[in-house]
């Protein structure tokens, strides 16, 4: 699986839109992008994920870049138990099964 | 509220004990995850079940087992217990066991003393 690129951390103020970024320069065709959160020891919570199209859902937006090398997960109007730290996480759709390799992920801190 | 069930929610045990973490996964899914999550090592892949089958092997120990029964509930045995295999270990599942998303439970924190 392809190895993924994301700032240590990041601060947001309540109300406005959070856009954490992720790099991943080596991510091959048939790897999805997925993002997951873990708010202070709970069990890691499924965001959203997808292969090349933009994704929107209840929870946030996913923007791909059209070479694949980056996305960014978009909170578009955080509130304070927004603050989580945040995964960006790069999975092969091959059958090798479905691990997700977890990195150490964006601390994201809202601010009232 | 994931739908994955894990019990229990707290084991403190001495050293060369051995300990069941026990995973219900969400109703009709077939696949179940095995994760560590240590203070120094954050989240670690264990293991991997699908219907009943090993699927994928992590990083997981000799003294640890896992199996997925025909109920399709999944218990972790960790044998031999160190003070280092103090963690939090989460359980996730997912309807298939490829390309599809998982969801986690909220986790067994063990403590070896």
């Known amino acids: 699986d392809a190895k993924t690129t994301q700032p240590t951390s990041m601060d947001c103020a309540e109300g406005r839109a959070a856009n954490l970024p992720c790099n991943h320069s080596t991510i091959s065709g048939n790897e999805y992008v997925y993002w997951y959160r873990q708010i202070h020891s709970q069990g890691p919570q499924y965001i959203i994920h997808g292969l090349k199209n933009n994704e929107t859902n209840e929870m946030a937006s996913l923007i791909i870049t059209e070479d694949r090398k980056s996305s960014t997960l978009i909170l578009p109007h955080a509130t304070l138990r927004d603050t989580a730290v945040y995964y960006c996480?790069?999975?092969?759709?091959?059958?090798?099964?479905?691990?997700?390799?977890f990195g150490t992920g964006t601390s994201l801190t809202v601010i009232p | 509220d994931s739908g994955v069930t894990q019990t229990p929610k707290h084991l403190i045990t001495a050293t060369g004990q051995r300990v069941t973490l026990r995973c219900s996964p969400r109703s009709g899914d077939l696949s179940v995850y095995w994760y560590q999550q240590s203070l120094d090592q954050g989240l670690q892949f264990l293991i991997q079940y699908y219907n009943g089958e090993e699927r994928a092997k992590g990083n997981i120990l000799e003294r640890f087992s896992a199996q997925q029964f025909p109920d399709l509930h999944s218990e972790l045995n960790l044998s031999s217990l160190e003070l280092g295999d103090s963690a939090l270990y989460f359980c996730?599942?997912?309807?298939?066991?490829?390309?599809?998303?998982?969801?986690f439970g909220q986790g067994t924190r063990l403590t070896v003393v």
């Open positions: 996730a599942s997912s309807v298939r066991d490829t390309n599809t998303e998982a969801f």
């Open positions: 996480i790069v999975r092969s759709t091959a059958n090798t099964g479905n691990q997700f390799y």
